[in-house]
């Protein structure tokens, strides 16, 4: 009789972990068909109330480069956010942003071009202009 018990003790945990293996494979397989579908690019701009010339440099280059090379790309999306607002918080912890920061993301994947960006916004807004553009068209290679 022990015997009989612990034998079907024993099968019902083996039927439970293979039944959380099963449900973990599936929670990995819908992760996987999200970040499938998951096909817009960000490109975000984060900067703080008080802005030099290089961060508004930053700021009209990258706006004009993603109107002129994806403004009829509904898939790519320029977001502005001012740090030093309050609502924007959640995204700010997400990229861990404490500084102007030029990122440009699609699902988990993130880009930082920030110190390009601010090499280049002034003195070379063309090859800023390429760097984004060609960043931007790795998500869709």
């Not at 022990?2 to 972990?17: D, E, G, N, Q």
């Not at 997400?94 to 988990?108: E, F, H, P, S, V």
Request: glycine letters at 2%; one cysteine or more; aromatic letters at 10%.
């Amino acid at each position: 009789m022990k015997k009989t018990v612990i034998v079907s003790i024993f099968y019902c945990l083996i039927l439970m972990s293979c039944n959380n293996v099963s449900h973990e494979k599936a929670a990995e397989q819908s992760q996987i068909s999200v970040q499938a579908f998951d096909t817009t690019v960000y490109v975000y701009y984060f900067h703080t109330k008080v802005r030099c010339k290089e961060c508004i440099a930053v700021e009209s280059v990258t706006k004009q480069t993603i109107a002129e090379n994806f403004g009829d790309n509904d898939n790519v999306k320029y977001i502005e956010v001012n740090i030093d607002n309050v609502e924007d918080e959640q995204l700010i912890e997400k990229y861990r942003i404490a500084w102007n920061t030029l990122l440009i993301t699609q699902g988990d994947k993130k880009i930082n071009i920030t110190n390009d960006a601010f090499a280049w916004a002034i003195n070379a807004p063309e090859v800023l202009t390429e760097q984004i553009t060609m960043e931007i068209n790795k998500f869709f290679e």
